[in-house]
């Protein structure tokens, strides 16, 4: 039987697009998964006993509800090094809304992905799924969306364990520990890495930076609080890539900006920042005053500064972001003030007054620092101005002031790093007036009235009115 000319045409197009289609499903096939190594428990440290009580809760009844858990990430990674973790992060092939499910005590959050929250009191432990590869669909809100730079804007993609330890940002940071049978599961060459004391990225590092810039940081962060090296491709890519950080929301680099600082390893990281060209879109007020020999008073009093807050953090004392900054942004501020004094010919408290404002608009532009803490900031400083104002009544007023010791602490600081003799004087005088009994600090404000007449600061008389007449 002969068929019609159009079957044969039908069919001869239908076997064409077969073979084109599975040509392009050739091309297209995903990459051979990537061997998993499996590090048993007796060759590695990490114990249960070292593990929070909460973590393992969760992870047991994951497990019991007949899920994969694992605890993940940086976690793991202290728990290698013999270091103590500071929090425990747990991924899972749960969604959110199955963990949900099993812990009365959970609340979701994030938008960019979502996440379990489940409380146990102060503690907080997160539970992320496993994370997929990107595929961005204009009708699925479930997927990635990007930004026209590269960076992600959602990421609510779910895989397996194997597209998660993928997705994650640097090798040392993609362990996972399992408490079904001990044993770590690495996917990356994780182990080596950090073994070697390498920060490497996981896949291309300019895709990964564009996806998001906080990762330069994190790269910073990270080999300064663990003594390791960045590795070659992982370290090119930053310095021309750093004004991407300026497309990061203010609030969350405010955030960053404390965990660089504040964790302990503020100095080191300082000084990688500087060499990365990241300082400059975080504090560009400050960057300004940098100076080619790096050994200008306000330079050395931010390295003085974050050596102290290093020091603090090691000894278990607390450390206030206010006085950080504070003593970070004083040099500029003082500059502007000096500035807007002589160009708009205003008494030099006006100039002070509106050079803070300056200063910390333009820092909050950048960091988006909260106002509770620009209010401690303009505390500290207004004091630097009245301390040397101490006859009568006005030391101990001074004294009963909340923010007198971080004034004392930034004078201290100032009179080291301009090695001013005056400023130096005004500290020792200060240092001993505070700890002095009352009857010697007596007999200090009297000595103060008893010196001589030029170093006393003089009140300006009270200009009169002009008197009208028939007054």
């Avoid at 996972?176 to 890495?193: L, N, P, Q, W």
């Avoid at 964790?263 to 990281?269: I, L, P, R, V």
């Avoid at 300082?270 to 306000?298: A, K, N, V």
């Avoid at 003085?304 to 501020?333: C, E, G, S």
Wanted: charged share 30%; aromatic share 8%; proline share 6%.
């Amino acid at each position: 039987m002969t068929l019609p000319r159009c079957t044969i045409f039908t069919r001869v197009a239908n076997f064409c697009r077969k073979v084109l289609t599975r040509e392009e499903t050739v091309v297209d096939e995903p990459q051979a998964r990537p061997l998993m190594t499996i590090v048993p428990r007796e060759q590695h440290a990490i114990s249960r006993k070292d593990i929070s009580e909460n973590a393992l809760k969760v992870l047991y009844r994951l497990n019991k509800a007949g899920y994969e858990a694992y605890l993940v990430g940086g976690g793991v990674r202290d728990l290698l090094l013999g270091k103590k973790p500071k929090d425990f992060d747990i991924t899972t092939n749960a969604t959110p809304d199955q963990v949900r499910k099993l812990f009365r005590n959970c609340r979701l959050v994030g938008r960019r992905f979502r996440l379990a929250h489940v409380m146990f009191g102060p503690e907080i432990i997160e539970v992320a799924t496993f994370r997929g590869h990107h595929e961005e669909t204009a009708n699925d809100r479930n997927t990635s969306q990007r930004g026209q730079n590269g960076m992600l804007l959602r990421d609510n993609i779910f895989g397996s364990i194997e597209e998660d330890a993928q997705r994650r940002d640097f090798t040392i940071n993609s362990l996972y520990y399992s408490v079904a049978d001990f044993t770590v599961r690495d996917f990356v060459g994780a182990m080596d890495d950090l073994e070697q004391g390498v920060i490497r990225l996981i896949g291309d590092p300019e895709t990964r930076y564009r996806e998001d810039p906080v990762r330069m940081l994190r790269a910073v962060r990270f080999a300064a609080k663990l003594d390791m090296r960045i590795s070659p491709e992982t370290a090119e890519p930053i310095p021309r890539l750093a004004t991407l950080i300026n497309d990061v929301p203010p609030a969350r680099l405010f955030e960053e900006s404390l965990k660089l600082l504040q964790s302990g390893y503020g100095y080191k990281t300082y000084l990688l920042l500087r060499e990365c060209h990241l300082f400059q879109p975080l504090f560009p007020t400050i960057t300004r005053y940098f100076t080619e020999q790096g050994d200008s008073p306000m330079e050395r009093i931010i390295v003085q500064v974050l050596k102290n807050t290093d020091n603090r953090i090691h000894n278990d004392m607390r450390v206030n972001p206010a006085f950080l900054f504070a003593a970070m942004f004083w040099y500029p501020q003082m500059e502007t003030a000096q500035r807007i004094a002589q160009e708009g010919g205003l008494a030099w408290q006006d100039a002070f007054a509106l050079a803070m404002n300056d200063v910390l608009d333009e820092a909050c532009r950048s960091l988006a620092i909260p106002k509770r803490i620009t209010t401690l900031i303009r505390d500290i400083w207004v004091l630097q101005l009245r301390m040397s104002r101490r006859q009568g009544k006005r030391a101990w007023k001074l004294m009963e002031h909340p923010k007198f010791r971080a004034a004392y602490d930034l004078m201290a600081l100032r009179a080291e790093a301009e090695n001013n003799s005056e400023l130096q004087r005004l500290t020792r005088w200060w240092g001993e007036f505070q700890v002095a009994a009352p009857p010697h600090q007596k007999d200090m404000l009297n000595e103060l009235d008893d010196e001589p007449a030029a170093r006393r600061r003089t009140r300006r008389p009270r200009r009169r009115a002009p008197r009208r007449e028939g007054a």
